[in-house]
Nanobody, 117 residues
Framework: QVQLVESGGGLVQAGGSLRLSCVASGIIFRINHIRWYRQAPGKQRELVAA???????TYVDSVKGRFAISRDNAKNTVYLQMNSLKSEDTAVYYC???????????WGKGTLVTVSS
């Protein structure tokens, strides 16, 4: 059974930091790309950051220089370090695994990040 479990969300003041974690089980983690998405109230889900199975990273423009995605294949875990948080970063953050060879994808259930101004 495949599971992706996000954690690390919470309430933080603007300018603060949080580190989100996504722990995967039931997949061969090292051959999956991992993506972080977020969905703010009343808005569509958007891709925030991604890391390929080989470690290449990409970010949406709004978080460049503030967020950093990384992975630890030994722990089946991807992290999203979020610094200089803004109120507009408030959202539910989801991780998604994408098998590099086939595109088979799985989602986590999300973790809520609330940034107070």
């Amino acid at each position: 059974q495949v599971q992706l479990v996000e954690s690390g969300g919470g309430l933080v003041q603007a300018g603060g930091s949080l580190r989100l974690s996504c722990v995967a089980s039931g997949i061969i983690f090292r051959i999956n790309h991992i993506r972080w998405y977020r969905q703010a109230p009343g808005k569509q889900r958007e891709l925030v950051a991604a890391i390929t199975n080989t470690g290449t990273t990409t970010y949406v423009d709004s978080v460049k220089g503030r967020f950093a995605i990384s992975r630890d294949n030994a722990k089946n875990t991807v992290y999203l370090q979020m610094n200089s948080l803004k109120s507009e970063d408030t959202a539910v953050y989801y991780c998604k695994s994408v098998l590099a060879a086939t595109g088979t994808a799985y989602w986590g259930k999300g973790t809520l990040v609330t940034v107070s101004s």
